[in-house]
């Protein structure tokens, strides 16, 4: 499966974007779906993820909760992280991921396939 994020760019502090990501002619049925990032010379860290099933849960990494928000459109079969507040700590590549399972996963090693990532700068 191959994964589309986009919505990546360069924003000032307290500046908001929104990622998404698509799979061409895939709806994620029952697939739960995940946000990591990457900053440089850091390790891929988890932001949030979003389970199968109503109302889908969701989880998020201490460092995002109250700023971002993950969501799923189901019929469009696309996943997206609002991310508002943004820092300059928040500046990374941001990876969208897939897995198969209905559950929700914090583990990227539980993760099936994964996107390409977009960059996000956050910078005055």
């Known amino acids: 499966v191959q994964l589309q994020a986009s919505g990546g760019g360069t924003v000032q502090p307290g500046g908001s974007l929104r990622l998404s990501c698509a799979g061409p002619?895939?709806?994620?049925?029952?697939?739960?779906m995940g946000w990591f990032r990457q900053a440089p010379g850091k390790d891929r860290e988890f932001v949030a993820a979003?389970?199968?099933?109503?109302?889908?849960?969701?989880d998020y990494s201490d460092s995002v909760k109250g700023r971002f928000t993950i969501s799923r459109d189901i019929r469009k079969g696309t996943v997206y992280l609002q991310m508002n507040s943004l820092r300059p700590e928040d500046t990374a590549v941001y990876y969208c991921?897939?897995?198969?399972?209905?559950?929700?996963?914090?583990?990227?090693?539980?993760?099936?396939?994964w996107g390409q990532g977009t960059l996000v700068t956050v910078s005055s």
């Open positions: 979003i389970g199968w099933g109503g109302p889908a849960a969701a």
């Open positions: 991921a897939g897995r198969r399972a209905a559950s929700l996963s914090t583990n990227a090693r539980t993760y099936d396939y």
């Open positions: 002619g895939r709806t994620f049925s029952n697939n739960a």
